[in-house]
């Protein structure tokens, strides 16, 4: 029950944010500035919950070849959707909620299995933070591009089940997968959101926030601590 409760709750946050987003009053500055905490919620994600844990289960090496994979992979992803496919921000939004929410969601479903509740509500949280704004300003952007709130909907709909999925896949099928494997996934996740958070997040957050966003990024950072410390 507590599976299902927690994947319900962080993956629905990607149609709550999308809804807001479509139907919603949502200013540029609170959109830019909800993104950049997002982004510091990410930030610490990244260097506690994948980066350091992958050093130590599978060596540096193995560490570094993974997140640069997972970079390059969401950076041309990100190129095609934005030059070549003429796609807004929105479309570099949803990119980046799937290429890193894939793995991160594998993460939450291997998580469950343990039943650590301060642990799965740790990165649960963190994941929870990142996709409520990034849904928002996605869906956002991609109205103001001329999408009907119909198809916006569907399409985040889409990637809740599809990241609801991996949660599911991640705590079913990867229960006896070594823990080095396991963090390699999390390098390849890593990668993921630092591509996004140079390309996509940060530029949007100071473009719509103002300097303000620097502030909304430590505020971002700061509760993604709290919770970690939780799970500590």
């Known amino acids: 029950m507590m599976v299902f409760l927690v994947i319900l709750v962080v993956s629905g946050a990607l149609i709550v944010g999308a809804l807001w987003g479509a139907y919603g009053s949502l200013s540029e500055w609170v959109q830019g500035n909800l993104l950049a905490i997002a982004g510091g919620a990410l930030m610490l994600s990244v260097a506690l919950q994948m980066l350091e844990p992958a050093v130590n289960h599978s060596g540096l090496l193995a560490t570094i070849t993974f997140t640069l994979l997972g970079a390059a992979v969401f950076t041309g992803t990100d190129y095609l959707i934005d030059e070549k496919m003429q796609s807004g921000g929105g479309g570099g939004l949803l990119a980046a909620v799937t290429l890193d929410g894939v793995p991160e969601n594998l993460a939450l479903g291997v998580s469950l299995i343990g039943g650590n509740v301060m642990q799965v509500a740790a990165l649960a949280g963190s994941i929870l933070l990142s996709n409520l704004p990034e849904a928002a300003g996605g869906a956002k952007q991609m ?4 999408n009907s709130n119909k198809k916006i909907i569907m399409i985040w709909i889409g990637a809740a089940v599809l990241l609801s999925v991996a ?41 719509k926030g103002n300097h303000w966003a620097g502030i909304s990024t430590a505020i971002g950072l700061i509760l993604a601590l709290g919770l970690n410390q939780l799970g500590g």
């Open 143 to 146: 109205k103001e591009d001329g």
């Open 167 to 207: 949660a599911i896949a991640g705590n079913q099928l990867l229960r006896d997968v070594p823990k080095s494997t396991l963090s390699l996934i999390d390098c390849f996740a890593a990668g993921a959101v630092i591509a996004s958070l140079a390309t996509e997040i940060f530029p949007d957050a100071f473009k």
